[in-house]
């Protein structure tokens, strides 16, 4: 691409945390999961979805009943659901599209930055500083 050429809009991106191995949506069909991993791909920092259901059919390349049905699962309570916030739904109905609902908390999941070893060390002997005086 040029540079004076127009640039695509900004594309999402979006860290797929490894819990969702464990999670009740890995347990659902492929196309379940191929529908998750779509909006999860076109979501904003928000977790905003801004699509039609036809258009969302067509990322996926599926049906419109089939995608309708798998929204419709997404926004009904999962009482397996390893989250329990909105009774384990993923996702709700807004003007324009969905949002996910659990976004939020991943994306700050996502943003806490780990300890470094010098960290954890220091901590460490600070744990072991403060036992040593009782």
């Known amino acids: ?10 594309r999402g991106f979006t860290k797929l945390d490894s819990g969702i191995f464990y999670s ?22 928000q977790g905003m979805v801004r699509a039609s259901i036809p258009g969302l059919a067509h990322i996926c390349a599926k049906s419109i009943d089939e995608v309708t049905g798998i929204l ?9 659901s390893r989250i329990k916030t909105h009774e384990g739904r993923k996702i709700k109905t807004i003007e324009g599209g969905w949002l996910i609902l659990n976004y939020p908390w991943y ?14 060390q220091k901590r460490y002997r600070d744990r072991q500083h403060g036992s040593n005086s009782k």
């Open 107 to 120: 994306r700050n999941l996502a943003q806490r930055k780990p300890l470094s070893h010098a960290e954890r």
């Open 1 to 10: 691409m040029k540079d004076d050429e127009p640039q695509p809009a900004s």
């Open 24 to 45: 009740t949506l890995w347990c659902q069909s492929d196309s379940v999961l191929r529908v998750w991993i779509a909006l999860l791909a076109m979501c904003d920092a």
């Open 72 to 80: 419709k699962d997404f926004e009904s309570p999962d009482p397996h």
